[in-house]
């Protein structure tokens, strides 16, 4: 009984994550009719608006004049069989729950507490959703305004020597600044992530020479996986302006995509000046400074869509270049490139 119990609630709590003006408030009331076994449970929100289970009662003026006293009391109105309790989500209120019947008054609070516990995860799942998506328009304004002029700059010079290279070099410089600012869906495949590095890498070869040599190798296999749009880039982005420009000499930069069984691995190696572990751990914890936000950005966004145990792994040590692994599943449920 007591399973069952639970797993109606937990079922509430899941129809509740759009909140009480959300599609799923007729189903929780119902639930919650069961679990009271009442003959009515309504939810409301602040507008007023009752969503009955299973249909509006008789009483029905008379259950809307209770909602409206306690949206303006905030407290508990009526008396059984018909009572109205406020539901206050951080101190504040967010709706109102009916119950008719012969419900014990324990049994009524006791589900109230769920409804609101519910309609704080709610919340909280939407201001994490918020939050991924400022930290995604964060990341699309960290194009380096020095990459941009040196680019630029490079164009021009080879207008007049080398015209067919120029413009391939503007269409790169296009396709870079399209795939980094333009509205994209949530989530977008490797494939596309991978033309976007290849072009931030045509660009960058441009830009320093024979001091930098990329290798990019990606299995046809995960070309059509699924991942969170502009993961990879800001990756080796961080590889080339961290590790490779401040070493001397030519520098190597080696990205590569594989299939290990369910999962797809992804690697962006350097052999630059690397950094201390500590400080690597820093930057994921987002505590390495405004220039670094790009790694722990990646690394919260990837395990907010698929769990504590994906992520970045950081392999680095002063003077022997820097390592990051990305592992993600290879099918994930709701991850789907828009």
Known sequence: MAVSVLGMARHIAEELKDGLSGAGVRTAARGLRRLLDADYVALADLS???????????????????????????????????????????????????????????????????????LERGRLAA???QAAQAELRALRAEISPHFVYN??????????????????????FADYIRYS????????????EFHAIETYLALQRAVLGERLQVQVRVAPEVLAVALPY???QPLVENAVRHGIEPRTGTGHVQVRGEAEGNDCVISVEDDGVGMDPALAEAILAGRGGADSVGLANVDRRLRSVY?????????????????????????????MPG
Not at 151 to 167: C, K, Q
């Open 48 to 118: 007023g608006r009752a969503v009955w289970a299973p249909d509006e009662p008789p009483f029905y003026a008379d259950a809307n004049a209770l909602v409206e006293r306690v949206l303006h009391s905030e407290n508990r109105e009526g008396r059984s069989p018909l009572v109205a309790v406020p539901l206050h989500v951080d101190h504040e209120l967010a709706g109102v729950l009916v119950v008719a019947g012969a419900s014990r008054r324990a049994a009524v609070r006791e589900a109230s507490s769920w409804v609101v516990e519910a």
């Open 307 to 335: 769990g504590p145990w994906y992520g970045l792994v950081v392999e680095t040590a002063v003077g022997e270049g820097t390592r990051v692994v990305v592992r993600i599943p290879r099918f994930q449920p709701g991850v």
């Open 151 to 172: 680019a630029l700059t490079v164009i021009a010079a080879l207008v007049s020597s080398e015209p067919d290279r120029s413009r391939e070099l503007m269409l790169d």
């Open 230 to 232: 502009l993961v990879l």
């Open 181 to 192: 600012l333009a509205k994209h869906g949530e989530y977008t495949t490797v494939a596309d």
């Open 127 to 129: 201001s994490a959703e």
